[in-house]
Protein backbone atom coordinates (compact mmCIF):
# COMPACT_ATOMS: atom_id res chain seq x y z
CA UNK A 1 0.00 0.00 0.00
CA UNK A 2 1.13 3.31 -0.89
CA UNK A 3 2.57 5.78 1.81
CA UNK A 4 -0.16 8.14 2.06
CA UNK A 5 -2.56 5.31 1.79
CA UNK A 6 -1.56 3.23 4.49
CA UNK A 7 -1.23 6.51 6.86
CA UNK A 8 -4.87 7.56 6.51
CA UNK A 9 -6.03 4.05 6.29
CA UNK A 10 -7.98 4.24 9.73
CA UNK A 11 -7.37 0.15 10.55
CA UNK A 12 -4.11 1.22 12.22
CA UNK A 13 -2.78 3.55 13.88
CA UNK A 14 0.46 5.73 12.37
CA UNK A 15 2.36 7.76 14.19
CA UNK A 16 3.21 11.18 12.71
CA UNK A 17 6.07 13.34 14.46
CA UNK A 18 5.84 17.26 13.62
CA UNK A 19 8.11 19.87 13.94
CA UNK A 20 10.99 18.16 12.67
CA UNK A 21 13.88 21.02 11.47
CA UNK A 22 17.27 18.90 10.95
CA UNK A 23 17.93 16.41 8.12
CA UNK A 24 19.31 14.44 10.72
CA UNK A 25 16.39 13.93 12.80
CA UNK A 26 14.37 13.00 9.62
CA UNK A 27 16.78 10.67 8.77
CA UNK A 28 16.44 8.95 12.17
CA UNK A 29 12.80 8.92 11.99
CA UNK A 30 13.30 6.80 8.76
CA UNK A 31 14.83 4.33 10.57
CA UNK A 32 12.85 3.82 13.38
CA UNK A 33 9.77 3.51 10.78
CA UNK A 34 8.10 6.43 11.62
CA UNK A 35 4.75 6.70 9.07
CA UNK A 36 5.14 10.35 8.53
CA UNK A 37 7.01 13.55 9.93
CA UNK A 38 5.54 17.38 10.14
CA UNK A 39 7.81 20.25 9.01
CA UNK A 40 6.48 23.40 10.01
CA UNK A 41 6.91 26.07 7.43
CA UNK A 42 4.69 29.40 9.68
CA UNK A 43 7.24 31.92 10.83
CA UNK A 44 6.57 32.36 13.90
CA UNK A 45 6.35 28.71 15.31
CA UNK A 46 8.80 27.75 17.84
CA UNK A 47 9.67 24.77 15.22
CA UNK A 48 9.43 26.97 12.21
CA UNK A 49 11.77 25.76 8.59
CA UNK A 50 12.52 28.39 6.14
CA UNK A 51 11.69 26.44 2.98
CA UNK A 52 15.41 27.31 1.97
CA UNK A 53 16.58 25.38 4.81
CA UNK A 54 14.34 22.29 3.59
CA UNK A 55 15.70 20.91 0.56
CA UNK A 56 16.50 17.88 2.27
CA UNK A 57 12.53 16.77 2.34
CA UNK A 58 13.03 16.13 -1.68
CA UNK A 59 15.31 12.90 -0.51
CA UNK A 60 13.11 11.54 1.46
CA UNK A 61 10.58 11.04 -1.04
CA UNK A 62 8.97 7.52 -0.41
CA UNK A 63 10.74 6.82 2.69
CA UNK A 64 8.44 8.40 4.81
CA UNK A 65 5.31 10.84 4.25
CA UNK A 66 6.35 14.26 4.64
CA UNK A 67 3.82 16.74 5.62
CA UNK A 68 4.05 20.82 5.40
CA UNK A 69 2.31 22.56 8.29
CA UNK A 70 1.14 26.20 7.08
CA UNK A 71 -0.82 28.68 9.15
CA UNK A 72 -3.24 31.13 7.32
CA UNK A 73 -1.06 30.46 4.22
CA UNK A 74 -1.79 31.73 0.84
CA UNK A 75 -1.95 28.63 -1.28
CA UNK A 76 0.62 29.66 -3.36
CA UNK A 77 3.62 28.42 -1.18
CA UNK A 78 2.28 24.55 -0.25
CA UNK A 79 1.23 24.40 -4.04
CA UNK A 80 4.75 25.44 -4.93
CA UNK A 81 6.75 22.83 -2.56
CA UNK A 82 4.32 20.01 -3.23
CA UNK A 83 5.35 20.93 -7.05
CA UNK A 84 8.89 21.05 -6.48
CA UNK A 85 8.66 17.84 -4.69
CA UNK A 86 9.12 18.82 -0.94
CA UNK A 87 5.79 17.86 0.46
CA UNK A 88 3.11 14.65 -0.24
CA UNK A 89 0.49 16.51 1.85
CA UNK A 90 -0.53 19.70 3.17
CA UNK A 91 -1.88 20.49 6.46
CA UNK A 92 -3.44 23.38 7.21
CA UNK A 93 -3.21 24.60 10.62
CA UNK A 94 -4.69 28.33 10.89
CA UNK A 95 -8.22 29.47 10.83
CA UNK A 96 -9.03 28.44 7.35
CA UNK A 97 -12.47 28.32 5.73
CA UNK A 98 -13.58 25.87 3.19
CA UNK A 99 -13.31 28.13 0.87
CA UNK A 100 -10.02 28.88 1.54
CA UNK A 101 -9.04 25.59 0.85
CA UNK A 102 -10.45 25.45 -2.83
CA UNK A 103 -7.37 25.88 -4.60
CA UNK A 104 -5.69 23.05 -2.85
CA UNK A 105 -8.83 21.30 -3.64
CA UNK A 106 -8.83 21.99 -7.01
CA UNK A 107 -5.15 21.41 -7.40
CA UNK A 108 -6.18 17.75 -6.52
CA UNK A 109 -3.62 18.58 -3.54
CA UNK A 110 -4.32 16.08 -0.36
CA UNK A 111 -4.16 18.37 2.90
CA UNK A 112 -5.61 17.78 6.08
CA UNK A 113 -7.49 20.34 8.23
CA UNK A 114 -6.32 21.08 12.03
CA UNK A 115 -9.39 22.33 13.75
CA UNK A 116 -9.04 23.32 17.67
CA UNK A 117 -12.03 21.03 19.50
CA UNK A 118 -14.20 21.74 22.96
CA UNK A 119 -17.18 20.76 21.61
CA UNK A 120 -18.60 19.10 18.88
CA UNK A 121 -20.03 22.33 17.69
CA UNK A 122 -16.50 22.95 16.98
CA UNK A 123 -16.48 20.31 14.36
CA UNK A 124 -19.88 21.26 12.25
CA UNK A 125 -17.68 22.68 8.78
CA UNK A 126 -14.65 19.59 9.18
CA UNK A 127 -16.95 18.27 6.52
CA UNK A 128 -16.84 20.72 3.97
CA UNK A 129 -13.26 20.99 3.80
CA UNK A 130 -12.47 18.27 1.30
CA UNK A 131 -9.94 17.61 3.10
CA UNK A 132 -8.15 14.28 3.12
CA UNK A 133 -8.32 13.67 7.15
CA UNK A 134 -9.17 16.06 10.00
CA UNK A 135 -6.69 16.42 12.51
CA UNK A 136 -8.28 17.30 16.43
CA UNK A 137 -6.16 19.15 18.85
CA UNK A 138 -7.10 21.08 22.01
CA UNK A 139 -8.99 24.48 21.32
CA UNK A 140 -6.82 27.26 22.18
CA UNK A 141 -8.23 30.67 20.09
CA UNK A 142 -4.88 32.96 18.62
CA UNK A 143 -2.49 29.61 18.99
CA UNK A 144 -1.21 27.63 16.31
CA UNK A 145 0.74 24.67 16.36
CA UNK A 146 -0.65 22.85 19.66
CA UNK A 147 -1.16 23.69 23.19
CA UNK A 148 0.23 19.86 24.59
CA UNK A 149 -3.20 20.25 26.18
CA UNK A 150 -5.47 17.33 26.52
CA UNK A 151 -9.55 17.60 25.31
CA UNK A 152 -11.93 15.49 25.77
CA UNK A 153 -11.63 12.36 23.38
CA UNK A 154 -15.06 11.69 23.59
CA UNK A 155 -15.95 14.17 21.39
CA UNK A 156 -13.19 12.79 18.89
CA UNK A 157 -14.82 9.65 19.47
CA UNK A 158 -18.18 11.02 18.65
CA UNK A 159 -17.31 12.65 15.71
CA UNK A 160 -15.38 9.78 13.83
CA UNK A 161 -18.66 7.74 14.69
CA UNK A 162 -20.38 10.46 12.92
CA UNK A 163 -17.91 10.97 9.44
CA UNK A 164 -16.41 6.94 9.58
CA UNK A 165 -15.48 7.88 6.08
CA UNK A 166 -13.81 10.91 7.15
CA UNK A 167 -10.01 9.93 9.04
CA UNK A 168 -8.88 11.61 11.70
CA UNK A 169 -5.93 12.18 13.42
CA UNK A 170 -5.65 13.09 17.10
CA UNK A 171 -3.38 15.46 19.04
CA UNK A 172 -2.87 17.80 21.78
CA UNK A 173 -1.61 16.68 25.14
CA UNK A 174 -0.37 13.13 24.09
CA UNK A 175 2.62 11.45 25.72
CA UNK A 176 4.15 7.58 25.48
CA UNK A 177 2.21 6.86 28.73
CA UNK A 178 -1.48 7.81 27.40
CA UNK A 179 -0.86 6.93 23.31
CA UNK A 180 -2.07 3.66 23.78
CA UNK A 181 -5.50 4.57 26.11
CA UNK A 182 -5.79 7.53 23.38
CA UNK A 183 -5.51 4.90 20.43
CA UNK A 184 -7.81 2.61 21.71
CA UNK A 185 -10.27 5.43 23.08
CA UNK A 186 -10.45 7.05 19.70
CA UNK A 187 -9.04 4.87 16.94
CA UNK A 188 -7.69 7.61 14.91
CA UNK A 189 -6.02 6.83 11.66
CA UNK A 190 -2.97 8.49 13.87
CA UNK A 191 -1.80 10.13 16.31
CA UNK A 192 0.45 13.21 16.08
CA UNK A 193 3.14 13.99 18.32
CA UNK A 194 5.42 17.03 18.42
CA UNK A 195 6.32 18.53 22.00
CA UNK A 196 5.31 14.77 23.68
CA UNK A 197 8.53 13.66 21.36
CA UNK A 198 11.06 16.41 21.89
CA UNK A 199 14.27 17.57 24.18
CA UNK A 200 13.41 21.08 22.99
CA UNK A 201 11.22 22.74 20.45
CA UNK A 202 12.15 21.19 17.08
CA UNK A 203 15.01 19.12 18.48
CA UNK A 204 13.18 14.98 18.55
CA UNK A 205 13.79 12.59 21.39
CA UNK A 206 14.25 8.90 20.11
CA UNK A 207 13.30 7.48 23.29
CA UNK A 208 10.25 8.90 23.30
CA UNK A 209 9.63 8.38 19.89
CA UNK A 210 10.80 4.67 20.35
CA UNK A 211 8.36 4.80 23.59
CA UNK A 212 5.60 6.01 21.00
CA UNK A 213 6.10 2.79 18.77
CA UNK A 214 6.12 0.46 21.62
CA UNK A 215 2.61 2.01 22.54
CA UNK A 216 1.04 1.08 19.23
CA UNK A 217 2.67 -2.42 19.28
CA UNK A 218 4.73 -1.35 16.50
Known amino acids: MPLRERFFDPSTVSLKICGVTTREDADQLVAM ?5 GVNFWPQSKRYLAPERAEWLRDLAGKILRVGVFVNEPAELPLRLIDEG ?30 GVKTLKDLERASEYGARAILLDAHAPGIYGG ?22 LLA ?6 NAGLAALTVQP ?26 ALHR
Not at 147 to 168: C, H, K, M, Y
Open 33 to 37: GVDAL
Open 86 to 115: YLDVVQLHGDETPEDAAALRDADVPFIKAV
Open 147 to 168: TGEVFDWAVASDFRRQNPQLPI
Open 172 to 177: GGIVPA
Open 189 to 214: AALDIASGAEISPGIKDFEKVRAFLS
